[in-house]
């Protein structure tokens, strides 16, 4: 096998693209490819219900096309079934492709693909007919009817696979390939028989095992009749020393992993291969995962088959990542804590003064040290190093008003959006807010102040205006010897590299624009 080779042979030729999904002239895989949800309800009579069973069925078709070694391509009826429209298409990770270039979006009329008409017609599986020669590569093909399961009834035909299988390398199959092709073999029954996908069954993880971590084929009693060598090597691993096959795999995995607590239930129902599920086991150290697929043909179970990742490494990075992520909180949580013990000693220093001026500079001091420390105690809960800064803001917001002398009557107000920022910007970002309301509020003694947020691609724009007494007359930010503007200007051109200007509004009062680059990840 030939692990996620590619052929460069050329694809066989699609027969038309439906109109309006490729620009007249265009090759298919120059055009923008459309989702299987737009081709459903453009050219076709499927419903909902159709549609949901067939988004289930290409969520997990990754499966069939390796255990196949083959490409997969879904035709749906067009409406009136005049044609067929490709939706949706499969490579193989196991070997090598039939189509080089996407073909999603072409249509057949029908007559032009016979084993399509013909699945679609008996309602069967077709494999009959020579390998296709026409570009030079021979490609087998089959096709396998699709039927959604309807509870009551014998279900309901909705679209066809084309299963193109490139022979060019062709050669005298392993016991491996021989289980994968009789797997696919079954999985294609349980297609056309409307039990795969399974109704009810639980989204595929992405990082559920694939057919090439590991691969173990059962009995109807739960007996290992294959397993690849990397599902050996998996339960090597988790200690096993006796051989697998002929083994009840069940029995074997919880001695392995559960020798002094309980089983765990859902390790028997998957072990044994019972039921559609996901299920992780530990021992000495190692981690694997299991998914189970009942191989239920014919309307009897006649084996299953259990997928096998070692997870071991994954798992332990998503430990550290957890214990230093809740490292980070604790630190913000502790820094928050100091923050406002600073805030607290400035506070009871400021009580203690006789003189005006002092006793206003350390309250000052005080709403800036609590405004970093609502920033650190937002990050305290937050899973990574992003906050709402919406939250951030209000409570800003709400500080500042409640600080304001009481003759000033005026509760200020968020109009639009932050949303989602980095700490890196937050912090400062909550400072300059901070000295900006508290300014607007001291000195302005507006009726009316509000932060209006317009939120841009690449910049956030951030305007705070009131309609106080305005700026005094011949008013320079780059002569003013206000602390707080000083502040504002440093913490906007210094730290978030952005602009800042600060004008009288027409209808009165003062309006302080700032304008900040926001980073492709906020």
Known sequence: MNGGARSTCPRIPALGTAAGLVVAGESTHDALVPTLS????????????????????????????????????????????????????????????????????S?????????????????????????????GVPVREETIPVRRAVEGGEGRFLAVIQRSTNLSSARTPSRLELTYLQSASDLAQMVAEGRFPFSGEEPILVRSPRVGDGLLRL????????????????????????????????PVTATLCYSDEPINEDLMIVASGRAAKETEVESGGT???????????????????????????????????????????EIHHRVKNNLQTVAA?????????????????????????????????????????????????????????????AEAAVTPRRVGAFGVLPSLIATPLAMALTELLQNALQHGRPRRLEVVVEPALDRLNVTVWDDGQGLPEGFDLDSSTSLGLQIVRTLVEGELSGKLSVQPRPAGGTEVVLSIPRPASG
């Not at 009749?225 to 051989?243: F, I, K, V």
């Open 219 to 250: 009995d109807r009693a739960g007996r290992v009749t294959y397993a690849s060598p990397n599902a050996l090597s998996a339960y090597r691993r988790l200690g096993l020393h006796a051989d697998l096959v002929g083994s009840e795999l069940g």
């Open 107 to 135: 249509v057949a009329a029908k007559g032009e693909r016979h084993l399509i008409d013909t699945a679609w017609n008996e309602r069967r599986i077709c494999r009959e007919g020579d390998p296709d020669w026409s570009t």
């Open 38 to 105: 737009d081709l459903v309800a453009r050219h076709t009579a499927l419903d909902e219900a159709d549609l949901d069973w067939l988004h289930s069925l290409v969520s997990d078709w990754q499966l069939l096309a390796d255990l196949s070694f083959a490409d997969l391509v879904l035709w749906a009826p067009l409406a009136g079934e005049s044609g067929w429209i490709a939706i949706a298409q499969m490579r193989p990770t196991t070997g090598p492709t039939v189509y080089h270039d996407d073909i999603v979006g």
């Open 345 to 405: 000693l400035l506070r009871l220093q400021a009580r203690r003064l006789q003189v005006p001026e002092g006793r206003e500079a350390l309250e000052e001091a005080v709403r800036r040290v609590g405004s970093i420390a609502i920033v650190h105690e937002t990050l305290s809960h937050a899973p990574e190093e992003f906050v709402d800064f919406d939250e951030i803001a209000d409570r800003v917001i709400a500080m500042a008003g409640e600080v304001s002398a």
């Open 287 to 329: 981690t694997v995962q299991l998914r189970a697929i009942p191989l239920i043909v014919g309307g009897g179970r006649i084996g299953a088959l259990v997928l096998i990742r070692d997870v071991t490494e994954l798992r332990r990075r998503e430990r550290e990542l957890m214990t230093k992520d809740a490292t980070i909180r």
